[in-house]
């Protein structure tokens, strides 16, 4: 059995910081890549950020670009989110997901968290 619990979500300001931390257990975690994606109210579910099995490739959606950091430590079995210079429009549902990449780009497996509310409100 794959599990994957969030946690680390909250209330922030416009312009803050958040790290979104994502546990695994009972799986070989360094066999998959990993990825957070995110869902806000009334919008679909999109793609935010993967990491490639090693941690040696990483890709992010243009909206966080510049802004986000993923990263994983095989080791503990962690996959991090790191948030800054959060924006109003970042509010959502933040979920971990484990999946595979390939050249044509990162596919999302069935294994995911329950999710991590994020709220970005002055």
């Known amino acids: 059995q794959v599990q994957l619990v969030e946690f680390g979500g909250g209330l922030v300001q416009p312009g803050g910081s958040l790290r979104l931390s994502c546990a695994a257990s009972?799986?070989?975690?360094?066999?998959?890549?990993m990825s957070w994606y995110r869902q806000a109210p009334g919008k679909e579910r999109e793609l935010v950020a993967f990491?490639?099995?090693?941690?040696?490739?990483?890709n992010y959606a243009d909206s966080v670009k510049g802004r986000f950091t993923i990263s994983r430590d095989n080791a503990k079995n962690m996959v991090y989110l790191q948030m800054n210079s959060l924006k109003l429009e970042d509010t959502a549902v933040h979920y971990c997901?484990?999946?595979?990449?390939?050249?044509?780009?990162?596919?999302?497996?069935?294994?995911w968290g329950k999710g991590t509310l994020v709220t970005v409100s002055s």
């Open positions: 009972e799986f070989t975690f360094s066999s998959y890549a």
């Open positions: 990491i490639t099995r090693a941690g040696s490739t990483t």
């Open positions: 997901n484990a999946g595979r990449y390939r050249l044509d780009g990162y596919r999302a497996g069935d294994y």
